[in-house]
Protein backbone atom coordinates (compact mmCIF):
# COMPACT_ATOMS: atom_id res chain seq x y z
CA UNK A 1 0.00 0.00 0.00
CA UNK A 2 1.44 3.52 -0.85
CA UNK A 3 1.33 5.84 1.33
CA UNK A 4 2.22 9.87 0.89
CA UNK A 5 2.51 12.33 3.40
CA UNK A 6 3.14 16.01 2.82
CA UNK A 7 4.99 18.61 5.51
CA UNK A 8 5.58 22.08 5.69
CA UNK A 9 5.06 25.07 7.04
CA UNK A 10 1.49 26.79 7.27
CA UNK A 11 2.14 29.74 7.32
CA UNK A 12 3.89 31.56 4.30
CA UNK A 13 4.60 35.71 3.96
CA UNK A 14 3.55 37.03 0.38
CA UNK A 15 6.40 37.62 -1.83
CA UNK A 16 8.32 34.74 0.24
CA UNK A 17 8.73 30.81 -0.80
CA UNK A 18 6.31 28.22 -0.16
CA UNK A 19 8.46 24.89 0.10
CA UNK A 20 6.33 21.45 0.89
CA UNK A 21 7.91 17.46 0.89
CA UNK A 22 6.17 14.41 0.38
CA UNK A 23 7.60 11.57 1.90
CA UNK A 24 6.55 8.13 -0.11
CA UNK A 25 6.27 5.04 2.12
CA UNK A 26 5.41 1.71 0.69
CA UNK A 27 6.56 1.90 -3.14
CA UNK A 28 9.50 4.12 -4.67
CA UNK A 29 9.34 7.09 -6.77
CA UNK A 30 11.96 5.76 -9.04
CA UNK A 31 9.67 2.64 -10.06
CA UNK A 32 9.41 2.65 -13.52
CA UNK A 33 6.46 4.78 -15.79
CA UNK A 34 4.98 5.98 -12.33
CA UNK A 35 5.41 9.96 -11.60
CA UNK A 36 4.07 12.21 -8.84
CA UNK A 37 2.27 15.04 -8.80
CA UNK A 38 1.73 18.69 -6.68
CA UNK A 39 -2.20 19.27 -6.64
CA UNK A 40 -3.67 22.08 -4.79
CA UNK A 41 -7.22 23.50 -3.96
CA UNK A 42 -7.99 26.89 -2.97
CA UNK A 43 -10.82 27.38 -0.55
CA UNK A 44 -14.23 26.89 -2.27
CA UNK A 45 -12.39 26.21 -5.65
CA UNK A 46 -11.50 22.95 -7.22
CA UNK A 47 -8.46 20.64 -7.63
CA UNK A 48 -4.97 22.72 -9.69
CA UNK A 49 -2.49 20.71 -10.78
CA UNK A 50 0.35 22.11 -10.30
CA UNK A 51 3.08 19.54 -11.83
CA UNK A 52 4.69 16.40 -11.84
CA UNK A 53 8.18 14.53 -11.35
CA UNK A 54 8.54 11.26 -13.33
CA UNK A 55 10.50 8.23 -12.27
CA UNK A 56 13.54 9.50 -13.99
CA UNK A 57 13.17 12.80 -13.04
CA UNK A 58 11.34 14.69 -15.69
CA UNK A 59 9.39 17.29 -15.07
CA UNK A 60 5.97 18.76 -16.02
CA UNK A 61 4.25 21.91 -14.94
CA UNK A 62 1.49 23.72 -15.23
CA UNK A 63 1.76 26.71 -17.86
CA UNK A 64 0.18 28.98 -15.25
CA UNK A 65 2.64 28.49 -12.67
CA UNK A 66 5.81 27.61 -14.62
CA UNK A 67 7.29 30.55 -14.01
CA UNK A 68 7.01 30.12 -10.19
CA UNK A 69 7.29 26.69 -9.72
CA UNK A 70 9.85 24.02 -9.10
CA UNK A 71 9.89 20.25 -8.41
CA UNK A 72 12.48 18.25 -7.43
CA UNK A 73 13.02 15.02 -5.79
CA UNK A 74 15.79 13.03 -3.18
CA UNK A 75 16.11 9.29 -4.12
CA UNK A 76 17.69 8.46 -0.93
CA UNK A 77 15.09 9.64 0.91
CA UNK A 78 12.27 8.77 -1.29
CA UNK A 79 11.23 12.05 -1.18
CA UNK A 80 9.92 14.84 -4.02
CA UNK A 81 9.41 18.51 -3.13
CA UNK A 82 7.47 21.33 -4.20
CA UNK A 83 8.67 25.07 -4.49
CA UNK A 84 6.71 27.90 -5.10
CA UNK A 85 8.33 31.27 -5.24
CA UNK A 86 6.77 35.11 -4.97
CA UNK A 87 3.42 33.89 -3.00
CA UNK A 88 0.38 36.08 -2.71
CA UNK A 89 -2.81 35.29 -0.78
CA UNK A 90 -4.04 33.79 -3.91
CA UNK A 91 -2.14 30.99 -3.43
CA UNK A 92 -3.56 30.15 0.01
CA UNK A 93 -4.80 26.36 -0.36
CA UNK A 94 -4.84 22.63 0.72
CA UNK A 95 -1.87 21.04 -1.39
CA UNK A 96 -1.53 17.51 -2.16
CA UNK A 97 0.98 15.15 -3.68
CA UNK A 98 -0.42 12.12 -5.46
CA UNK A 99 1.42 9.40 -7.39
CA UNK A 100 0.18 9.35 -10.68
CA UNK A 101 0.04 5.46 -12.02
CA UNK A 102 1.05 4.69 -16.13
CA UNK A 103 -2.69 4.96 -17.19
CA UNK A 104 -2.35 8.61 -16.40
CA UNK A 105 -4.40 9.48 -13.34
CA UNK A 106 -3.66 9.62 -9.56
CA UNK A 107 -4.27 6.45 -8.02
CA UNK A 108 -2.73 7.20 -4.55
CA UNK A 109 -2.74 11.04 -2.47
CA UNK A 110 -1.67 12.38 0.69
CA UNK A 111 -4.10 13.55 3.40
CA UNK A 112 -3.15 17.26 1.72
CA UNK A 113 -2.01 19.94 4.13
CA UNK A 114 -3.05 23.54 4.65
CA UNK A 115 -0.84 26.19 3.31
CA UNK A 116 -2.29 29.70 4.18
CA UNK A 117 -0.79 33.38 2.46
CA UNK A 118 -0.83 35.79 5.15
CA UNK A 119 1.24 38.51 6.21
Known amino acids: QVQLQESGPGLVKPSQMLSLTCTVSGGSITTKYYAWSWIRQPPGKGLEWMGT???????YYSPSLKSRTSISRDTSKNQFSLQLTSVTPEDTAVYYC???????????WGQGTQVTVSS
Open 53 to 59: ITYDGTT
Open 98 to 108: ARRAPAGFEDY
